[in-house]
């Protein structure tokens, strides 16, 4: 069964100069290891493709039950360059959940 990130976790976003940061958190914690196993770098990377130019970097947080990861060259310059609307990058967390992944048993 498919079905979009939204439905199992939420997100949270942050910036240091182009570098975009996006963390992902299950509602449940027992989703953990099944984001784990499905929201690779690879996956991270073919959804962002227009948009993160840099490498991707993932970090496992167990004992917070959550993903983090570190994109490069991902905010079009970073706060004080870029002409985009959102320098930040916070809308890119929701865009994050908007990823469709492949639930097991379906």
Not at 51 to 71: D, K, M, T, W
Not at 88 to 104: D, F, Q, R, V
């Amino acid at each position: 069964m498919s079905t979009k990130l939204y439905n199992i976790a939420h997100s949270r976003a942050g910036d240091k100069g182009n570098t975009l940061i996006l963390s992902l958190i299950p509602y449940d914690e027992k989703n953990y290891e099944l984001l784990c196993k499905l929201v690779t770098v690879d996956k991270v990377k073919e959804h962002f493709k227009e948009i993160i130019h840099g490498p991707i970097v993932r970090y496992e947080l167990p004992n917070i039950s959550a993903l983090q990861f570190v994109c490069q060259q991902a905010l079009a310059g970073g706060v004080t360059t870029s002409l985009v609307m959102d320098t930040h990058g916070k809308t890119l967390s929701y865009a994050l959940l908007e990823m469709c992944i492949e639930l097991p048993g379906g």
